[in-house]
């Protein structure tokens, strides 16, 4: 196999502040914009309402974590990665067992064939010799 790798190589300080500006955007995309956007829609909707406690950016994020864990925890396997269990055997399960036990009963069988040969084997080795010993007496 001839595979190519794709390394990110850092030089210097200027590689530094380039891998942290990058990560920085990552948080700033992921997490700071869309929890600025909850801080809003809450202020917005706690504007409808006498002595709603108005949130600033921090809250927002915390906000934001607790929606998107809420949903990636709670989802019912339509995401790529969820958690859950399966109650059931899965149908990859049920076919390897299947395979499993193929293999096993094909392996007992070959098992009993080659001790029914080795047992003949023997027999036909004592029985070889004693006629050998027999012809050799005749001699």
Known sequence: MNRKFSVIKINGFK???????????????????PGWICMHVWNYIAGFFMQAPVMN????ILLWCI???????????ELAISFG????ISPNEERLREVFS?????NARNLSVLKHYKDNDKESIIDNKDQ???DKLMK
């Not at 502040?17 to 700033?28: D, E, H, N």
């Not at 929606?67 to 396997?77: E, M, P, T």
């Not at 269990?85 to 059931?88: D, G, I, K, Y």
């Open 85 to 88: 269990t399966t109650s059931r």
């Open 67 to 77: 929606i998107a864990l809420s949903l990636y925890a709670l989802n019912k396997g």
């Open 132 to 134: 050998e010993s027999d």
């Open 102 to 106: 193929k293999i096993n009963e094909h």
């Open 15 to 33: 590689g530094i502040l380039l891998a942290v500006f990058c990560i920085g955007c990552l948080i700033a995309g992921f997490l700071i914009f």
């Open 57 to 60: 950016i921090a809250h927002g």
